[in-house]
């Protein structure tokens, strides 16, 4: 069984960054696509990055590019968000996900429906 167990958030202020981890349990995810997804209370779940099984291929929304930055640790079947110049905007639950999809783990992919295990998610509060 996997697990996925996000840490690294909490409240700071805009302008600040922030790094986001992403920890795998139960078994090895190197070949594994992963992403990381946010979510406002009463808003659709929002994808915000991914990278592929090798970390060659990253893909990112429009609205984080040159912000946000994914990459994966192997050795430590760890997946991360760095966070820069954060904004007010950025609050919300965040949540890595793992997808043993072709596409997902050849390429980085953004939608949810193909990612099917989740972490808990944690909380980026992001103060003006």
């Known amino acids: 069984q996997v697990q996925l167990v996000e840490s690294g958030g909490g409240l700071v202020q805009a302008g600040e960054s922030l790094r986001l981890s992403c920890a795998a349990s139960?078994?090895?995810?190197?070949?594994?696509?992963m992403g990381w997804f946010r979510q406002v209370p009463g808003k659709e779940r929002e994808f915000v990055a991914a990278?592929?099984?090798?970390?060659?291929?990253?893909v990112y929304a429009d609205s984080v590019k040159g912000r946000f930055t994914v990459s994966r640790d192997h050795p430590k079947n760890t997946m991360y968000l760095q966070i820069d110049r954060l904004k007010p905007e950025d609050t919300a639950d965040y949540y890595c996900?793992?997808?043993?999809?072709?596409?997902?783990?050849?390429?980085?992919?953004?939608?949810?429906?193909?990612?099917?295990?989740w972490g808990l998610g944690i909380q980026v509060t992001v103060s003006s």
């Open positions: 990278i592929n099984w090798n970390g060659a291929s990253t």
């Open positions: 996900a793992a997808s043993g999809s072709y596409t997902c783990s050849r390429y980085g992919c953004d939608g949810p429906s193909e990612y099917g295990y």
């Open positions: 139960g078994r090895t995810l190197s070949s594994y696509g």
